[in-house]
């Protein structure tokens, strides 16, 4: 895979590797989210130099994950995804991220971005991250008394957690009887 310029400083071999694990994490993170049928393209290096989909995720809603080729992530792919894509939400997934202006240029949660890094490995199956879940009930607080927990946290964008919404965390420490906790997920703190 020479034409891939999201691994540098690796032998083909673990260009491959790295690749296989980013799509099992990001496979992972589409069964977690609701997406009950995942398509694989078969030709990854084919899907990764045309800017196609790797991965098509539907269900509950419909997620595509693209590899991006070169290290950032600039406006031009960011419009085009906007003006041609029909799902609920586009996954960048790039070396470097986005650029600040293709960063500013979405606002409405219908493309995400990841690195190469942050989904080389599942952070949900770490044996210090505890448990994180909707909450869909009730609560006997007001979103004002919790705690909050930012939409940039690695969990809450693994889950795609919307702002305003509430986050039920589920500790066990040691021994212990699990520890409960709530945060409202915030633009910023």
């Known amino acids: ?3 891939l310029g999201v691994i540098h400083n690796t032998t083909i071999e673990n260009k491959d590797y790295i690749l296989e694990r980013c799509l099992q994490t990001c496979t992972e993170m589409l069964q977690d989210r609701g997406c009950t049928h995942i398509e694989r393209h078969p030709n990854l290096t084919e899907c ?9 995720g539907r269900g509950l809603n419909k997620i595509n994950v693209i590899f991006h080729n070169e290290d950032r992530v600039g406006v031009k792919i960011v419009r085009q995804l906007k003006e041609n894509s029909n799902v609920d939400t586009n996954i960048i997934v790039s070396t470097e991220g986005p650029t600040t202006f293709t960063r500013k240029e979405i606002e409405d949660g219908t493309i995400q971005f990841f690195t190469f890094r942050e989904v ?5 199956k770490h044996a210090i991250v505890p448990k994180h879940e909707l909450v869909r009930e009730t ?3 007001s979103l004002s008394e919790l705690p909050k927990i930012v939409y940039t946290d690695p969990i809450v964008m693994y889950y795609n957690f919307p702002i305003g919404s509430v986050v ?5 420490l040691g021994a212990h009887e699990p520890q409960i906790y709530y945060r409202v997920v915030v633009a910023n703190i």
């Open 168 to 172: 039920k965390i589920t500790r066990i």
């Open 120 to 124: 080389s490995l599942n952070i949900t």
């Open 48 to 56: 990764i130099e045309s800017g196609e989909p790797c991965l098509r």
């Open 1 to 3: 895979m020479e034409t």
């Open 139 to 141: 609560l006997p607080w």
